[in-house]
């Protein structure tokens, strides 16, 4: 739990009320692997500092839910984008959610390893290893895409899936921005 933003219960008036649970299961699925609600139900990770702005929630979640359910771009493929993210920074509770789906996607323990370390992962595909490469450096890099990485990407993935991998690293840059204000830990299961 943290300090700065501590978990608001959903039966509090400025709490993100009713809504929460049907929006994190449209976002995440039924079951979500990871714990996104504390012991007494009050939301935690992301969710607790969005408690703190509940006018921004929905709007959170549905750009979230239009980025990782954009078509062209595979589940599996997106998990890679976010642990190339994970390579640069250091966000505990993202850390502890998409290691647990990327593994359920069929990522092993060492790939899911490496990739958290900003390292390519072993046995990946062509097309894999230029998603997560084009991912690390467009999240380390602080101007313009280096063009060798660019033209790699537009060879081999194409504009369009290109930009569909943008907007992937840009919603967990957000995220991990609202976590690390707040602060925010990897809850212990």
Not at 34 to 52: E, H, M, Q, T, W
Not at 89 to 116: F, N, W
Not at 160 to 188: D, F, M, W
Request: hydrophobic share 35%; with cysteine.
């Amino acid at each position: 739990m943290s300090h700065r933003f501590p978990p608001i219960p959903l039966d509090h008036p400025s709490s993100l009320g009713s809504t929460f649970e049907s929006e994190v299961q449209k976002h995440h699925g039924e079951s979500p692997s990871f714990r996104y609600k504390d012991r007494n139900g009050a939301p935690i990770g992301p969710f607790a500092v969005l408690s703190y702005t509940p006018d921004l929630f929905q709007s959170f979640m549905s750009v979230g839910d239009a980025i990782l359910n954009q078509k062209g771009f595979e589940p599996r493929e997106r998990e890679l984008v976010i642990l190339a993210v994970m390579g640069v920074y250091d966000c505990p509770y993202v850390l502890y959610a998409h290691t647990r789906i990327a593994k359920s996607l069929g990522l092993s323990e060492e790939q899911v390893a490496s990739a958290c370390k900003g390292t390519v992962p072993e046995s990946l595909r062509e097309e894999d290893r230029v998603i997560y490469t084009t991912a690390l450096e467009l999240a380390t890099s602080r101007g313009p895409l280096d063009e060798g990485v660019w033209q790699r990407a537009e060879k081999c993935l194409g504009r369009e899936k290109s930009a569909r991998l943008g907007h992937v690293v840009g919603y967990y840059l957000y995220a991990c921005t609202l976590l690390n204000l707040g602060a925010i830990p990897a809850p212990s299961d």
